[in-house]
């Protein structure tokens, strides 16, 4: 792979891969070695890499894979360690725009809300969601991203909105006053 060409996808997919890092380490540490670790493994794999392929999703693909691994040596480290800070209870703050009136600032703290309801869902639930609604990655994309058959990533989404709209409930009936 040139230089160009990685130029080219780190413009044209950084900002999503590095979104859905974020979201899916809930650490803007976690999240920068992440990103970073996802463009090494597709330089390092450039040369069986198909750049007319959706590149996105491979990107994302290569991220959720690195973050699986992660969290299995974090799992031995800490059997052997003992306890410490989980990766799970790092939560994320994710920059805000201008703290402007009460509208946005209700607004923000519904989004707020609702980051904290799908980091609380189960693995299995929270990565197809986050492709879903975050990444906008098709279906079939994010069977292919999970290596999941198509009809689990549907049944994983529809339980994904089931607990979470449980848990909003709440929030989605005081928008509705």
């Not at 976690?30 to 996105?56: C, G, H, P, W």
């Amino acid at each position: 792979m040139s230089h160009e060409e990685l130029e080219t996808c780190i413009r044209e997919n950084g900002k999503a891969v590095y979104s859905f890092c974020c979201q899916l380490t809930r650490s803007r540490q976690e999240a920068d070695d992440l990103y970073q670790d996802t463009f090494l493994k597709m330089v390092e794999l450039s040369e069986r890499l198909d750049i007319k392929r959706n590149l996105k999703s491979y990107l994302l693909s290569v991220a959720v894979n690195l973050w699986r691994n992660r969290k299995r040596k974090y799992a031995v480290r800490q059997k052997i360690t003992g306890p410490m800070q989980s990766m799970e209870e790092m939560e994320l703050e994710l920059p805000t725009g201008e703290e402007l009136p009460e509208e946005q600032i209700i607004s923000e703290e519904e989004r707020r809300m609702i980051r904290r309801a799908v980091s609380r869902l189960p693995e299995k639930y929270r990565l197809p969601v986050l492709l879903f609604y975050m990444e906008e990655l098709k279906l079939s994309e994010i069977s292919g991203v999970l290596r999941l058959p198509e009809g689990t990533v549907k049944s994983r989404l529809f339980k994904a909105k089931k607990l979470l709209k449980k848990e909003l409930e709440v929030v989605l009936n005081e928008k509705r006053i």
